[in-house]
């Protein structure tokens, strides 16, 4: 692959022969402590003034595709440490008109692409081969950047780096393109069951002669909830001038759903609304995998957005899709039908993936699994896709395979938890939207199914085997280090946070990641389960962290094996300024709707604890929060505690839901009570 330097040109036609369709890759990667960050991308097509030659030009999230098919937006790819987003340009279909195609990105007002690392575009011919790289490494205070641009010389076409940032966002780097950008005209249109409601996210718009300033939006104040919550949308506009121009947007525009429920027209409570997928009268696991299966690969097909975000991670192209179940393929003297089939078709090309589905609390088998790799390495498919309630680890599989290592072709194996389905619909239809009511309401009903008691569906659910003896092993101080069992309850602990952080993410509508305490990056997985499973034999403790996109830290969950307990937990910094009274009255003064029994300690320099005391008691004297003979406060620890259940499962008294009724109390009743603020601290694990 070439790579290439800011300001450097090269020509396609040097790099390959296949170049009348490339596919162009804006990979925004970053390796920050907070894990934050994302971008749009955007895409003009210029003539030979510079300039666009109607608004039509503008490709961006709200304009995702030209209608002659030349320019396409195909949506992000999530990776290890970010986002991809990709462009197709079929270079064969731009106009004779257009003498270049700029690519460029932008962030949220406020948001610097210095804050991201490793920005970088790549440039793809129509076989996905990669011919040329740009890395940007100089990135400060932009808040838009325009990455590079293919331009004709002639009858060929060439790239230019280019590598330029603006600190005036979209609506600024439009401009400047001849594209008159009106974000004040936002007239949301309104469906049957479903409205059109622009983000309440501020946007850069208006002038270039300034940095972004956000988009005056008609939304009600933030206010705090009891459970996490849907965002509250932004209100109805008045409706726009007659006949008036529609010119482009910079604030996201997306489909919601109502914000008051539609009065029913049943006669009275027991009548039962009808579904598309039913899910009450399934009776065995066998009913239920093939449901689950048939009905999430058809709304897979159907809208395109969402089977688009589950398959993107396992390299499936963006592409038209279609599905299948119940597929027989040979295999020896038994054919063998697999759940379900994934067919992706890009550029005459097909990528395939065959798919396996358990739901309640069945197990793969890794016979069965084992079997389609086989098939699918015959047959040259790319993936076999496994799908359960477990949550899958890196350096524990769900189910071992053997690899033929002579086989030239190689099959992927991925896993899906169907609480990482869940999630992806929740974002989609509670917070992000979509663009067609048709395709809401498709994923409202898969959703609806998905919750529902019957369909089986519902996540990882079980602590597992282990969990019972190294509990009383602990209680009794009979289990010893080295134990397997208790590396067994390590990884079920692990797969619980995981699962936790997908949930709450889902119903925030916003990013919530692990954090593993102690663990270097690059460690091996496997060690450092036996070190925490040690660390659990000698103290009883189970530790993990929750990093919440917009906390004003870390929130930390401890379970306590010996005491029954369970600990949530969060550290605020203390601000740079003010006097100690002041500042501990502002904390008090914070959280004057949160829990009674809320634990409040105060930080102190140098020291390994400071005054506590429960808000209840300090609402009267905060002053007790402060440390004696005039010590630096650095900040403040917020603590809940709570039984925990003692069976493994999700029953009333299981130990899952009351790791999720935790969690839910200390996001709502704590953490949305707290300023965000620039800095962020470590909540003690």
Request: with cysteine; glycine share 10%; proline share 6%.
């Amino acid at each position: 692959m070439h790579e290439m330097v800011k300001g450097a040109n090269v020509g396609l036609a040097a790099l390959s022969e296949d170049t009348g369709s490339v596919v162009v890759v804006v990979s925004l990667a970053w390796s920050s402590t907070t894990g934050e960050g994302d971008a749009d991308v955007s895409v003009l097509l210029l003539d030979a003034d510079g300039k666009v030659r109607s608004d039509e030009d503008f490709f961006f999230y709200n304009n995702v595709a030209a209608r002659d098919g030349s320019v396409q937006l195909l949506g992000k790819t999530p990776t290890a440490v970010g986002n991809e987003d990709r462009i197709s340009i079929d270079l064969t279909a731009i106009p004779a008109t257009v003498e270049r195609i700029v690519v460029a990105a932008s962030r949220d007002a406020h948001a610097r692409f210095g804050d991201l690392d490793d920005l970088r575009l790549e440039l793809s011919d129509r076989g996905g081969e990669p011919l040329l790289g740009f890395q940007i490494n100089d990135a400060d205070v932009e808040t838009a950047f325009l990455f590079g641009e293919l331009y004709r010389r002639g009858e060929e076409w060439k790239f230019r780096a280019i590598g330029q940032g603006y600190e005036t966002g979209l609506a600024g780097l439009a401009t400047d393109f001849g594209i008159d950008v009106d974000d004040a005209d936002d007239a949301p249109e309104t469906g049957a069951e479903i409205e059109t409601a622009i983000a309440t996210e501020p946007r850069a718009v208006g002038s270039t002669a300034s940095p972004a300033t956000p988009a005056a939006v008609d939304a009600p104040p933030a206010t705090a909830v009891s459970a996490p919550t849907v965002p509250a949308q932004a209100g109805p506009r008045e409706p726009a001038t007659p006949g008036a121009p529609r010119r482009p947007r910079t604030a996201k525009k997306k489909v919601t759903l109502p914000r008051t429920a539609r009065k029913s027209l049943a006669e009275n409570d027991t009548w039962r609304q009808a579904r598309l997928f039913p899910a009450s009268s399934l009776k065995s696991d066998r009913e239920r995998e093939t449901r689950a299966t048939s009905v999430l690969l058809s709304v897979m097909a159907q809208v395109p957005e969402f089977g688009r975000r589950l398959t993107a991670a396992f390299g499936a192209p963006a592409g038209r899709m279609e599905t299948f179940a119940e597929v027989s393929l040979p295999h020896g003297d038994t054919p063998k039908r697999p759940d379900g089939v994934i067919r992706v078709e890009r550029a005459g090309k097909l990528w395939t993936a065959l798919v396996e589905t358990k739901t309640n609390g069945n197990q793969l088998k890794s016979e069965q699994v084992q079997a389609y790799m086989d098939i699918a390495a015959r047959r040259a498919y790319e993936a076999v896709i496994t799908l359960s309630n477990d949550v899958a680890l890196e350096g524990s599989p769900l189910v071992t395979v053997k690899t033929d290592g002579r086989r030239k072709h190689k099959v992927a194996l991925w896993h899906l938890s169907w609480a990482e389905v869940t999630q992806q619909a929740q974002m989609l239809i509670r917070h992000e939207g979509l663009g067609n009511a048709a395709h809401m309401w498709l994923l409202q009903e898969l959703l609806h199914y998905l919750q529902h008691e019957n369909s089986g569906c519902h996540g990882f659910q079980n602590m597992g085997a282990s969990w019972v003896p190294v509990r009383n092993g602990i209680d009794d101080e009979t289990i010893c280090q080295g134990d397997p069992r208790a590396v067994e309850v390590v990884e079920s602990w692990e797969r619980l946070i995981r699962q936790v952080c997908l949930r709450l993410g889902g119903e925030l509508g916003t990013k919530v990641l692990p954090v593993q305490p102690g663990r270097r990056r690059g460690a091996d997985p496997g060690a450092h389960r036996m070190l925490l499973a040690d660390e659990l034999c000698e103290h009883g403790r189970l530790n993990a962290g929750l990093r919440v996109d917009g906390a004003p830290g870390v929130l930390g969950l401890t379970a306590d094996l010996r005491t029954g307990r369970l600990r949530t937990s969060i550290d605020i910094p203390a601000p740079e300024q003010g006097y100690p009274l002041a500042l501990v009255k502002r904390v008090v003064r914070q959280l004057s709707e949160a829990p009674a029994d809320l634990h409040i300690e105060t930080l102190v320099e140098g020291q390994a604890g400071g005054p506590r005391g429960t808000l209840e008691r300090l609402r009267p004297e905060p002053a007790d929060l402060l440390p004696k003979e005039g010590a630096t406060i650095t900040g403040f620890r917020l603590s809940l505690l709570k039984g925990m259940g003692s069976t493994r499962g999700t029953a009333e008294s299981g130990f899952i839901r009351s790791v999720d009724d935790a969690v839910d109390r200390f996001y709502s009743g704590v953490v949305t009570h707290l300023e965000r603020r620039g800095g962020r601290a470590t909540a003690v694990v």
